[in-house]
């Protein structure tokens, strides 16, 4: 499975920001974690793509949004009411007979 994350980039305190993970492989869920400086990754949001159930952890439940592409070929993190501790290097991840699978990061930056 390769991954491709992009999107990431800095934007103000209340703002949205769009990520994108070009997926290539078969995969039963993906996801999406974060980095901040200093601190430990950490899991934000998972998809089981057969029948699109969602998992989000409390930090961004109800500002952050997994979705998938018709051509199931492209995974997107919409985040919304994005906030200084959001402040990132976020990477999509997948996991397939117990390998894992990770995307480069891409970085967010969020301005107070």
């Known amino acids: 499975v390769q991954l491709q994350a992009s999107g990431g980039g800095l934007v103000q305190a209340g703002g949205s920001l769009r990520l994108s993970c070009t997926a290539a492989?078969?995969?039963?869920?993906i996801g999406w974690f974060r980095q901040a400086p200093g601190k430990e990754r950490e899991g934000l949001v998972c998809m089981r793509v057969s029948d699109g159930d969602t998992y989000y952890s409390d930090p961004v439940k109800g500002r952050f949004t997994i979705s998938r592409d018709n051509a199931k070929t492209t995974v997107y993190l919409q985040m919304d009411n994005l906030e200084p501790e959001d402040t990132a290097l976020y990477f999509c991840h997948t996991e397939r007979r117990f390998v894992d699978y990770w995307g480069q990061g891409t970085l967010v930056t969020v301005s107070s």
């Open positions: 492989g078969s995969y039963r869920s």
